[in-house]
């Protein structure tokens, strides 16, 4: 007992001796200062700890920039959710090619269970598989929303890059249940990842198109201008719409947001500028030219930024040089190109954008998602999503079915349990496919393969809309064996058979119309072609630079509808209009456009200078319709009109049929003065202000608030099969069917009658 007792003792008195020893020196080299001499005497750095952890920041170097992204942005749709004792989740993040990554910090926002013991428990942060930080989890902030910054070491990032949030908790020191519900933590997908970076001076090199105007990389919102030597024409108009909407399908899901500068280049960043004939911008030396021809420079106003010159001597050099650049990025290379052929491009047909589902043949999954991205492994893996894009006129009356042939597999399951596949459409529930044991013997269940199964789900077309998602969800049940006796073996997996396909064949286009929706959402009725063969944009006369810029982005959202440049759009004023009766007609009005003027009568809502009026109906005269198969004649002519006068701002989106030809649709994008199209354009690239849709046949946008009005007026886009037409139609006239009904039945009573008194003359005479 002695002894324990003198090993106990060694080493707190070594201790307490080191101490003692230190204490002296340091009194001996730096003598405590008096009161006075304290309060006297500066502050030195070097032995003063505030100054050393106050220590300030180096210096950024020059164009260098910090910029946030949340977690939501990435990718994570929902809360990142951690549950059992090793769980993890990954977010993918990138990097710019013209910028040099200089710092990194995570600003995480998260809560976990208060059941968790601290000891044992933490929240790791891995990026590219290393380890950047261990987050201890204590009691004091258990069950709350925590925060904090993470760095990540700059010399971990990649161009692409892997963001791991991992999880390892107990909450027993004994036997624990591995998936036990009081193993977890929630990340919020409000977190943001702090990016400082600096930029990097690229080539002047076409080879690198379309980076650096625009860098897949980059999830932010899309931002280019547009520069014009002097006010354009409609041709150099037409180009820069296909240049647009090239970029605006290139952002995809980022959204692109386009500005219109006339003879004046940005102070800052990179910039699309389109010159034709002799047109010349101060700070550029482009030389001259032969045919159409590309050429990258850089700004002259920044050492970092770069201009697209897109050149011609004429209009139609200057159009066949936008047109190569939006087809033929692959095969330019070098400072400068001349494009000295353009073969042209098979016209489109209807409805065969890249981006929508393929309406002449089954769709396979592998063609609208990566293959590894179909694969998934885990007892709580992560979801399968398989993004679709349905053409928004599809004719599903009498709910019709969209017929999916699912190819999957899966891990085999020892024995019978509760495993399923869960199949959703935007969250709402479609099918529960059980996950089935192996059944040929011990030896082969311990050594089989993925089991394979083929299913056939009809999902209703009321589930998908324009823009949906189709959700596969794995779920293993995991069987406890009994106390001290529970380990997961990670030996899952789960995959959707890139060969399972989807099919909407079958259906026909026809759509009530206007149906602001379907513009909002996929640009319909301008996208049924994708290349915009039958669009005509009008433009206000004398157009300024807040028009311009809305055209370029309306073209832009068009493209990213499509996936495919409008290289076939026409662009025109309102003098010349009749000249484009036969094309649907996007309406650009800041307050100076005579067409919304002439076609008042037609328009469910409008903007006359500060007049502006709504159309009102009588709604008990509906039922006088009826006997008229033309859904013009059984419209309700207006009883009333509204018009208001006001010195507020008012931005309308307005859809009605074209005065000009029936069946062609009119969208007018209207403003009471050219600042608000903006909030025009932001309203569509967001479909949505506080929960509100665009929607019916006028939306007022107003305050961060979109209002949806429906219309009287009702007309009809497509075609339906000779059957469907004569179903439709006897629905919408159901007393007309009642009317046949009774006819029919009166032919077949004279024609019955007849034949039996035929019959009885003939026994007669027998």
Not at 48 to 69: F, K, M, N, R, V
Not at 607 to 613: R, T
């Amino acid at each position: 007992m002695q002894e324990h007792s003198t090993r106990r003792l060694l080493p707190s008195l070594l201790s307490s001796l080191l101490a003692l020893g230190l204490h002296a020196g340091v009194a001996h080299a730096a003598p405590a200062p008096t009161e006075a001499s304290a309060e006297s005497a500066p502050a030195d750095p070097a032995h003063d700890p505030a100054a050393l952890t106050a220590e300030a920041p180096a210096p950024l170097p020059a164009g260098a920039y910090q910029y946030e992204i949340s977690l939501r942005e990435l990718g994570a749709r929902f809360p990142i959710r951690l549950a059992g004792v090793d769980s993890s989740n990954t977010v993918r993040f990138s990097t710019r090619a013209d910028e040099e990554l200089l710092g990194a910090r995570l600003k995480m926002d998260y809560a976990y269970s208060p059941s968790l013991i601290t000891e044992l428990s933490h929240l790791k942060v891995l990026v590219n598989d290393e380890v950047t930080s261990t987050l201890a989890l204590p009691k004091e902030e258990a069950g709350s929303q925590v925060s904090k910054e993470v760095e990540l070491p700059p010399k971990l990032v990649r161009d692409y890059n892997r963001l791991n949030l991992q999880l390892i908790a107990h909450y027993t020191m004994e036997c624990e249940d591995p998936l036990h519900s009081s193993l977890w933590a929630n990340v919020s997908n409000d977190t943001k990842l702090a990016l400082t970076v600096a930029p990097i001076e690229m080539p002047n090199d076409l080879a690198i198109l379309p980076r650096p105007f625009f860098d897949a990389r980059d999830v932010r919102r899309l931002k280019l201008p547009f520069v014009f030597a002097a006010t354009p024409d409609n041709a150099t108009l037409e180009a820069a719409g296909t240049l647009s909407s090239w970029f605006g399908a290139l952002a995809g899901f980022r959204g692109a947001q386009f500005s219109a500068h006339v003879n004046a280049i940005p102070a800052q960043g990179s910039a699309i500028v389109l010159l034709t004939g002799g047109q010349r911008l101060a700070g550029v030396d482009a030389g001259d030219i032969t045919g159409p021809t590309l050429q990258m420079v850089a700004n002259p106003n920044d050492p970092y930024g770069k201009l697209l010159l897109v050149r011609g001597r004429n209009a139609e050099e200057l159009k066949t040089a936008a047109a190569a650049v939006s087809l033929g990025t692959q095969t330019l290379t070098g400072e400068r190109a001349t494009i000295t052929k353009l073969e042209p491009r098979a016209a489109r047909r209807p409805y065969d954008a890249p981006n929508w589902l393929r309406s002449d043949r089954p769709v396979r999954f592998g063609e609208l998602v990566a293959t590894q991205d179909l694969n998934v492994a885990g007892y709580r893996p992560d979801v399968v999503n398989v993004d679709l894009r349905l053409p928004p006129d599809l004719f599903a009356w009498r709910d019709k079915h969209i017929p999916i042939n699912l190819k999957y597999r899966y891990t085999p399951r020892p024995a019978a349990d509760q495993s399923t596949l869960n199949v959703q459409v935007e969250g709402q529930f479609l099918r529960s496919l059980p996950l089935l044991p192996e059944t040929t013997g011990a030896y082969r269940r311990l050594h089989a393969p993925l089991s394979e199964a083929e299913e056939l789900i009809m999902m209703p077309v009321s589930l998908a809309g324009a823009h949906s998602t189709l959700q596969f969800l794995y779920f293993y049940d995991y069987v406890k064996q009994g106390e001290c006796r529970d380990v997961i073996i990670d030996n899952v997996r789960g995959a959707i058979e890139p060969d399972s396909t989807i099919d909407i064949s079958g259906f026909s286009h026809y759509l009530a119309m206007p149906d602001l929706s379907a513009y909002a959402r996929s640009g319909f009725p301008f996208t049924r072609l994708a290349d915009l063969a039958e669009t005509a944009v009008v433009m206000p006369d004398g157009a300024g630079e807040l028009d311009l810029a809305a055209y370029l982005t309306l073209m832009g959202r068009l493209g990213e509808s499509t996936g495919y440049p409008g290289t076939a759009v026409t662009v025109t004023q309102a003098a010349n209009v009749q000249a484009v009766a036969d094309k649907d007609l996007l309406v650009i009005d800041s307050g100076k456009q005579p067409l919304t003027r002439e076609w008042r009568e037609r328009m469910p809502a409008n903007l006359a200078g500060e007049s502006h009026g709504f159309s009102i109906s009588d709604l008990m005269a509906r039922s006088f319709g009826w006997l008229s198969p033309d859904p013009r004649e059984r419209e309700v002519k207006t009883r009333a009109e509204i018009a208001q006068q006001t010195r507020g701002a008012s931005n309308l989106l307005t859809g009605f049929e074209s005065p000009l030809k029936r069946g062609r649709s009119v969208v007018v994008v209207s403003a009471s003065n050219p600042d608000g199209l903006e909030a025009v354009t932001t309203a569509l690239m967001q479909d949505r202000y506080s929960g509100s849709r665009i929607s019916g046949s006028v939306s007022l946008v107003r305050d961060n608030q979109v209002t949806s009005l429906t219309g009287e007026h009702t007309y009809y886009v497509g075609s339906l099969t000779i059957v469907e037409s004569l179903y439709w139609f006897f629905s919408r006239h159901p007393v007309l069917l009642l009317l046949l009904g009774l006819v029919s039945v009166v032919l077949l009573a004279v024609v019955v009658y007849f034949a039996l008194r035929a019959r009885a003359k003939q026994r007669l005479q027998a």
